[in-house]
C-alpha cells in the first residue's frame, strides 16, 4: 500500500522567501507529525495534529513556522522569510492513532535556503 | 519523556549478530520502549517496541532487562541493508502530546 508521500523531495529558496512543504499521510492515520533534521542530528519534533484536535505546537522554533492539516488527511507545512538556520530535511510522520502505534515516515523534504 | 543513551557507533561484519544497547534508568512504569532505524538519505523506520517482555518480529528482536533500566536491540544477521543509525526512544503511553523526543542514536556499520 502506499506510504507517507511528500513533496517535493528537494527545495532550494532564497533567504527571505516563503516555502510550502507538502505531507500525504496514509489513509486512514488520524495523527500526523512533523519533524525537521539538520545535518548530521537527530530528529527535532516540530507539531503534531490528532484527528480533529487542536495541533501541539509545542515544538515549532519561532512564529514563522505554521502548519495546516486539512480535512484531516494533507498536511502542509510553511515557512515565512526563510532563514539560513532552516535549512534542513523536513520528515512528515502519520500514525493510526494516540497511544504507541509506530509511526511511519515520509522521505523528507531537503531544504537548502541560500 | 525519560532519556536514553547509546553508544555513538558500532561495527559489525555481515551475517553475525549485532547487539545494540540502550540505557535508560529513569524509564517509568508506562513507558514504552521504541526502537526506529534511518537509512542513508531516508526517514526513519520502526523496528519494534516492548514494555516489560522482550519482543520478536521479523526485522529484530528486543531485550527488555528486568529491571527495565536497558535493553538490547538483536539483529540475528546482520546484512549491508542494515547499516543504519539506531534511535532508542522511551514513549509514555500517557502522554497524548505523541512526540517522540530521538537522540543522536547509534551509527551502525556494517561490514563485507
Known amino acids: 500500500g502506499a506510504g507517507v508521500s511528500q513533496s517535493p523531495s528537494n527545495k532550494v529558496t532564497e533567504k527571505g522567501k516563503d516555502v510550502e512543504l507538502r505531507c500525504d499521510p496514509i489513509?486512514?492515520?488520524?495523527?500526523l507529525y512533523w519533524y525537521r533534521q539538520s545535518l548530521g542530528q537527530g530528529l527535532e519534533f516540530l507539531i503534531y495534529?490528532?484527528?480533529?484536535?487542536?495541533?501541539?505546537k509545542s515544538g515549532l522554533p519561532s512564529d514563522r513556522f505554521s502548519a495546516e492539516r486539512t480535512g484531516g488527511s494533507v498536511s502542509t507545512l510553511t515557512i515565512q522569510r526563510t532563514q539560513q538556520e532552516d535549512s534542513a530535511v523536513y520528515l512528515c510522520?502519520?500514525?493510526f492513532g494516540r497511544g504507541v502505534y509506530e509511526q511511519y515516515f515520509g522521505p523528507g523534504t531537503r531544504l537548502t535556503v541560500t | 519523556d525519560a532519556k536514553t543513551t547509546q553508544p555513538n557507533s558500532m561495527e559489525s561484519n555481515e551475517e553475525e549478530p549485532v547487539h545494540l544497547p540502550c540505557n535508560h534508568s529513569?524509564?517509568?512504569?508506562?513507558?514504552?520502549i521504541h526502537w526506529y532505524r534511518q537509512l542513508p538519505s531516508q526517514g526513519p523506520e520502526y523496528v519494534i517496541h516492548?514494555?516489560?517482555s522482550n519482543v520478536n518480529n521479523r526485522m529484530a528482536s528486543l531485550a527488555i532487562a528486568e529491571d527495565r533500566k536497558s535493553s538490547t536491540l538483536i539483529l540475528h544477521r546482520a546484512t549491508l541493508r542494515d547499516a543504519a543509525v539506531y534511535y532508542c526512544?522511551?514513549?509514555?503511553?500517557?502522554?497524548?502530546?505523541?512526540?517522540?523526543?530521538f537522540g543522536p542514536g547509534t551509527r551502525l556499520s556494517v561490514l563485507p
Open positions: 510522520a502519520s500514525s
Open positions: 489513509s486512514g492515520h488520524t495523527a
Open positions: 495534529f490528532q484527528g480533529n484536535s487542536a495541533p501541539d
Open positions: 529513569t524509564i517509568s512504569g508506562t513507558d514504552y
Open positions: 516492548g514494555l516489560t
Open positions: 526512544i522511551l514513549r509514555d503511553d500517557r502522554n497524548y502530546g505523541q512526540n517522540f523526543v
